[in-house]
């Protein structure tokens, strides 16, 4: 339970920069140390999986040069995962000309104001409307696949303790293989149900005035935390 309060407590700071302070300097400071503990939230799950992986049910210690560390890999993973799908996004968004039709539709509603749906052509709205609809659909239907990818990159990366192990695409996708991509999908359906739960609780919470942000910072998002990060490490467990 000391554990357990002492990363909600390092939550607690993670959330500090989400305060209306009313002082831009008090601002600035909090958002760097809230950016800080939120690297230290980042390094800590990756020690959740580690011992999530063997199996064990200790609650691991907070360790704050390895937590930094791998916080700061999780950094770097994030962006090795997630630049392919967003530069795939962009050139379906490119290729079905749904930048070029934007800007047509922004300029009629800058020059006619609210009136500028009954001046846009209806060939125009549809072939907007159709490339915005590929396009998220594409984006979401990658944002699902890469997340996936990026959650067996961060059991690498518990597991072998290696950046380069982490980042490899080819062999998280593999490992997403082993373990069976329905299992996989199974547990990140139930993961977002659970998670949708907390977090329509935390709503409730965090509309408690001034300490309410503090208060669902340290009961939903730790166990928010906690429950993703040592059920993936449990999945990813079958492989062994």
Partial sequence: MTKFCIIGIVMVVSSLGSLEIGNAIISSVLGIVAAVASIITSGYSV??????????????????????????????????????????????????GFFNQYIEVATYASQYGSNFVNMVSEDLMMSLVSSAAITIIIGIILLVIFSLLFYMGICRLAKYNSLSEGADIPEAARDLKRIGIGKVIGWMILL?????????????????????????????????????????????????
């Fill in 47 to 96: 020690s959740v999986v580690k011992k999530a992986i063997v199996k064990s049910d200790e609650i691991p210690d907070l360790d704050l040069r390895e937590n930094i560390i791998d916080g700061l890999k999780m950094i770097v993973m994030l962006i090795v995962y997630y630049i392919i799908p967003i530069i795939i996004t962009l050139i379906v968004a490119f290729a079905t």
């Fill in 192 to 240: 977002f149900v659970i998670v949708a739960i907390l977090t329509f609780i935390e709503t409730f919470i965090s509309s408690i005035p001034s300490v309410g942000i503090l208060i669902s910072a340290f009961l939903i998002s730790t166990y928010n935390l906690f429950i993703a990060y040592r059920s993936v490490g449990l999945l990813y467990s079958a492989i062994e």
